[in-house]
């Protein structure tokens, strides 16, 4: 994710880190090389190319904006949707951070593996919807036993839950607190797990592929005919507004395709290792381990 603590005029016309530029250049170039041939064309021999009015190009200029914002706002609720989960774990996780010391006060080693199958579960998470190695990331967070049968697992964060609820089983059938307070651990826990559900149903559930190609198809046969339709109110101005509307089209849709799916390490994807150490910090922190520095941008980009 970018991180821009300033945005002044230079940076808001000049800036290419965490813009669309670098996907759609070529798109760019190829609408302004065919936007230069037709200009030139039309100059060389007048009457060369057909003329061809600027109100269809209106029209499906306007109709086109109105479903790529929408495509857009789609997208950018399916962003903010995993963002929203990501802040529902780090609530979680600060709730047992919290809790389990206070309810096991005398049983310091099944506190810190509790909570410390919490943060390898948001690290295997974490993992899985970036499409690394889940056992790489969760083994050093589980006990040996655990770790080395992650392999043959399929849902290898939801087994760091599975051990950290029964070790609340195991303490609650021991006495070391009463039915109402297992419910309510048990409750935070039930919360990672619908995280999980929530995100995995964001990273596997793209927008409907027919939407998709509609648009992109469309804004391609905007911008290349557009040209034709420009040249003969603007004369050599013709490349300057095709490449506009081609950066503006290309661009929303590309952005779009950015947001759809948010997991992952483009500049405008959500900090999922910032956001896991964040749970890390807090884990630490209850379990009197050194906690880790926060992650830091690097170059303006968070991961």
Known sequence: MIVQKELNVPTMLFTLRGTVVPRIWLHILLIAALAVAVTAADAWR??????????PFSLIGLVLSIFLGFRNNVCYERWWEGRKQWGQAISCARALARDIPAFLPNDRPRQIRILRRVAGFAAGLAARLRERDESAALAPWLPAPEAEALPGLRNRPGAALSGATRELAEAWREGAFGEITLQALAAHVDGLSAVQ???????????????????HRTCWIFCLLAPFGLVGA?????????????????????LGDELELPFGLMPNHLPLDALVRAI????????????PEPLAPVSGRLT
């Open 280 to 291: 890390e910090i807090e884990i630490a922190e209850a379990t009197g381990e050194p906690p």
């Open 234 to 254: 603007l004369g050599w101005l013709t490349p300057f507004f095709a490449v506009l509307l081609a950066y503006a089209f290309f661009g929303l849709d590309a």
């Open 46 to 55: 007048p009457g060369l190319l057909p003329e061809i009015s600027l109100a």
């Open 197 to 215: 559900t929530a995100c995995e149903r964001i990273a596997t559930t793209p927008t409907p592929f027919s939407y998709s190609l509609l648009l």
